[in-house]
């Protein structure tokens, strides 16, 4: 309800959280505001403060709408102003100083006008962005957490008001969190409570209603525990090492633990790569489809000392999780096969995938590919070459599928598609960025040409023997960021009208990806921005593209300013 109108009750006590106090148990000291009125503690921890003022008549008018130059008034007085500080003309004072302070950033309203919960909110986070009157930064007055441009940290403020991690088990997972999610990601993708599965990596914010899931595993032998059974930090396992996360993790390899060196082991990874849990490996193997990103052989050392050479393959599989696999023998598989993996004891046996024939186009719930049903947890991974990337169904709506770029499906019993690799279907798995600069330099053995571009929020300065292709704004970057082998310009329109998850360019609304890449244009260049920090009622916005929705593409850089 963002466009319904704000009572003063209700904006003071958005005044009380912004300072940082709380409702108080004494009277609010106004008539028309007694003890049973539910914001009499608020008026009344306001009043103390001397945030706010009454009508000449002793009168506090609860119900009455909010007007700006009200809330301007309150929201300067929380920086360390007071009455004396707006002049004669009691408005235009406080308009004026509001303006200097950028309280009114983003919020088109005169001082008589009455605001509305958008209003509000922007209003409020504007004062945390302000400097109090003796120049310090109010959010950092109320020790709120600040990036290096000076703006809230606002993954900082998630995480402190988030809980977990707790490994799912079983579709009731949701149950014991004390509250129904409105929002669920996975792996930072929009996704629906029905998506989470056994064995993913849950977190979760009771004040936001949210759950983030990992799904990240690494499946293997357990070759070593440091630095002691006893008292274990990291294990090792098939070469790699990782620090464990938690006290149950510990636990597991611990010499009190169900896990001894040797056995096949999964490692169920936390959202800062630690190990959130350990279970047996082939609790969560049911065998693998996906694309081979290395191949090879390795030479080991084991726990005895002795050392001996095997081969390996690694994949990502349809889950997104890139897994390691111990072979007998040397892989008759190089990067780019789609293959199938299967785990036997302590070697993995891989076979080429078995191509599909499927074609159709998405349906737009998600729900089937042309004529064949989809599984309501299935996978499906999107392929470039050796990169790979997963979708949702609900992000190929409506997206039509030719006959050749469905490489590999698997079906579950009931006949639906359970996992599905797609040949670069939506674009999702290639790199993007903003070419900045283009400059053909002669040079003794021809000419060289620099590219300046960012992507990631990177800055990358690369020079090519050749032209590779692209012109300045967004591209498409081929081969690796650092050292691409190709470029090509997106399409780009003017943004009129952008949300909190999309942007409608032309007329056609783009759904916003996780991978989307937003930058402001500063004296220096560009710098990255975030999404929360844009404003969309008076900034320019440019949106780069690669293709329309319904060929699978999505926006991938937004320019502002």
Not at 258 to 287: P, R, W
Not at 488 to 509: C, E, M, P
Request: charged fraction near 15%; proline fraction near 2%.
């Amino acid at each position: 309800n963002l466009d319904q109108s704000v009572t003063r009750a209700q904006f003071t006590k958005m005044a009380v959280a912004a300072s940082g106090g709380s409702a108080e148990s004494g009277g609010s000291g106004f008539a028309d505001v007694p003890d049973s009125h539910w914001a009499s503690g608020y008026v009344a921890a306001a009043s103390e403060a001397k945030l706010l003022n009454g009508y000449p008549d002793g009168s506090f008018r609860p119900d009455g709408t909010v007007t700006m130059a009200e809330a301007a008034t309150v929201m300067l007085k929380l920086l360390g102003y007071a009455d004396s500080d707006f002049g004669s003309d009691w408005s235009k004072g406080v308009m004026a100083l509001a303006s200097l302070s950028g309280l009114t950033a983003g919020v088109s309203a005169k001082a008589d006008d009455g605001l509305t919960r958008r209003q509000c909110a922007q209003l409020v986070y504007n004062t945390l962005l302000a400097n109090t009157r003796e120049g310090r930064s109010y959010a950092a007055a109320l020790g709120l957490p600040l990036d290096s441009g000076g703006n809230i940290d606002t993954a900082e403020l998630v995480k402190s008001v988030t809980e977990g991690p707790v490994v799912v088990q079983g579709a009731s997972w949701a149950d014991g969190l004390g509250f129904e999610p409105l929002y669920v990601y996975v792996n930072g993708e929009k996704a629906q409570k029905s998506d989470v599965r056994s064995y993913d990596v849950v977190y979760y914010s009771r004040n936001m209603l949210t759950v983030w899931a990992v799904r990240s595993s690494v499946t293997g032998t357990l070759e070593s525990v440091a630095p002691n059974a006893a008292s274990p930090s990291s294990v090792t396992v098939d070469g790699a090492s990782y620090e464990l996360g938690t006290a149950s993790a510990s636990l597991a390899v611990s010499q009190l633990g169900s896990f001894s060196v040797g056995d096949s082991v999964a490692l169920l990874l936390g959202s800062d790569g630690k190990v959130a849990a350990v279970v047996a490996g082939e609790t969560i193997n049911s065998g693998f489809l996906g694309v081979v990103t290395a191949a090879g052989t390795e030479t080991y050392e084991s726990p005895t000392g002795d050392r001996y050479v095997r081969g390996y393959i690694t994949i990502t599989a349809t889950d997104g999780i890139s897994r390691k696999f111990a072979l007998a023998s040397a892989p008759e598989f190089s990067r780019g096969d789609i293959v199938s993996v299967s785990e036997s004891g302590d070697a993995a046996t891989v076979t080429a995938a078995e191509k599909s024939a499927l074609s159709g186009t998405f349906s737009a719930d998600g729900s089937a590919l042309g004529g064949a049903r989809l599984a309501a947890n299935a996978e499906i991974l999107d392929v470039y070459g050796s990169a790979a990337c997963t979708l949702t169904a609900r992000r190929l709506a409506n997206v039509a599928v030719k006959s050749g770029d469905a490489l590999a499906a698997e079906y579950n019993s009931a006949g639906e598609i359970s996992r599905l690799v797609l040949n670069d279907v939506s674009g999702d798995a290639h790199s993007y960025g903003l070419l900045t600069e283009k400059n053909a330099v002669p040079s003794e053995d021809g000419t060289r040409v620099y590219y300046s571009y960012i992507s990631g929020g990177v800055s990358v300065i690369y020079p090519s023997d050749s032209d590779i292709g692209g012109s300045a704004g967004g591209v498409r970057i081929d081969g690796s960021v650092s050292a691409p082998t190709g470029m090509t310009a997106l399409k780009s329109g003017v943004i009129t009208s952008f949300g909190a998850s999309s942007a409608v360019i032309d007329g056609v609304s783009f759904s916003f990806t996780s991978a989307l890449q937003i930058y402001r244009v500063t004296e220096n260049g560009y710098a990255a921005e975030q999404l929360a920090n844009i404003n969309t009622q008076t900034e320019r916005l440019v949106g780069w593209y690669d293709d329309l929705p319904q060929n699978g593409g999505a926006l991938r850089i937004v320019v502002v300013g």
